[in-house]
């Protein structure tokens, strides 16, 4: 080294990043809440999957995502159920995955709906509700109330009454933590259900019955009047900004509503937007839009779905996208269902009492 010249400092070597549990729980917990993302990364190493089916984690993981992804739709075909997945791989979920409770001897049992990843069913031979986790793969059932023969039970509600508002895959079914109740199809708003029932006619005299509120808290029923519409196809859904919302179908598109209370505690519908089924033939130009089809609402995800002659259709409500789920002109019943799923996690080892 020559006269007067010094030698370069020495660049300090870097800090090693911390290597403890906490710290890869908080990337863990930022993987996409897809049926693959867990169980691929618990293969890694015995440590990741120690923590990754960890039940404190997992609740973590549930919580830090709160919408659930939709794993796909049970389809009623005159009473012969079906689980229809709509993920593309490895987040697929099989048919044969998901297979619904048998009927117990002679009668038949119907499907009634589904929410906070659990389904219901109506068994009219036992005269039974049943209520079923299909990632557990356990189910309660609970006797109708006496009088009550389920003869002209169409749809239900299952509702999770637990501090998160959901099961998915996690936590007991027991009478403490869950209601149900057998009506036509609703939306859970906060914590009041709605429903909307066609009017029907006796005797010559129309009986419109618009839409029908049950408070949670109250143990009570109110009737709200529908918007000054003729449209068909009417649906309840629950607005961005948690309230109680409409879909109403007509040949220009789907215009959605919301409910809205003054001060005085005087509801009125107010329109928001109108969805252009138009939008569609982006998806496919070629084709033909038939009349379509209000099939259904996930609360969770906050979409509905519509069914056309071109397949059935989700369409979020805050980016108004659209989504292409099943291909054909399906004659068929579906609900979407939505949860958590980790197979080999502990996601579907859920404690789930089997009384039947």
Request: glycine share 8%; net charge negative.
């Amino acid at each position: 080294m020559s006269e007067g010249t010094t030698s370069p400092a020495l660049e300090p070597e870097p800090a090693p990043l911390p290597d403890d549990d906490d710290i890869h729980r908080e990337i863990f917990l930022r993987l996409p809440p897809l049926p693959s993302s867990l169980p691929r990364a618990s293969l890694v190493c015995k440590r990741w999957r120690r923590l990754l089916s960890d039940p404190d984690f997992l609740r973590r993981f549930r919580a830090h995502h709160r919408a659930p992804p939709l794993l796909g739709f049970f389809a009623d075909e005159d009473g012969d159920i079906e689980f229809v997945p709509t993920l593309r791989r490895p987040d697929r979920i099989p048919s044969a995955r998901f297979s619904p409770p048998r009927r117990d001897g002679a009668g038949y049992l119907s499907f009634l709906g589904c929410r906070h990843g659990l389904a219901l069913f109506a068994d009219h031979a036992r005269l039974e509700a049943v209520v079923w986790n299909p990632i557990a793969g356990g189910q309660r059932r609970v006797p109708f109330p006496p009088g009550f023969n389920g003869e002209h039970v169409y749809k239900g509600a299952v509702l999770s009454s637990s501090g998160d508002g959901h099961v998915h895959g996690g936590g007991p079914l027991t009478p403490s933590n869950w209601y149900w109740c057998i009506v036509l199809p609703g939306v859970l708003v906060r914590n009041q259900v709605y429903w909307v029932l066609f009017g029907t006619s006796v005797d010559n005299l129309e009986i419109d019955l618009d839409i029908i509120e049950f408070d949670l808290d109250r143990q009570s029923l109110s009737v709200i009047q529908k918007p000054d519409t003729n449209d068909p196809g009417l649906q309840a859904l629950r607005t961005e900004d948690n309230k109680l919302g409409l879909a109403t179908l007509s040949k220009q598109g789907i215009q959605l509503w919301q409910r809205e209370t003054n001060s005085d505690g005087v509801g009125r519908w107010v329109p928001l937007k109108t969805i252009e089924l138009d939008k569609l033939r982006a998806i496919s130009p070629s084709m033909r839009i038939c009349p379509a089809t209000i099939l259904g609402f996930d609360e969770d995800n906050n979409a509905f779905f519509i069914c056309t002659n071109m397949g059935l259709y989700m369409i979020q409500l805050e980016s108004l996208q659209f989504t292409r789920l099943l291909d054909g002109d399906p004659f068929t019943a579906y609900y979407p269902y939505t949860s958590f799923y980790g197979a080999g996690l502990g996601v579907d080892r859920a404690e789930v009492s089997n009384n039947a």
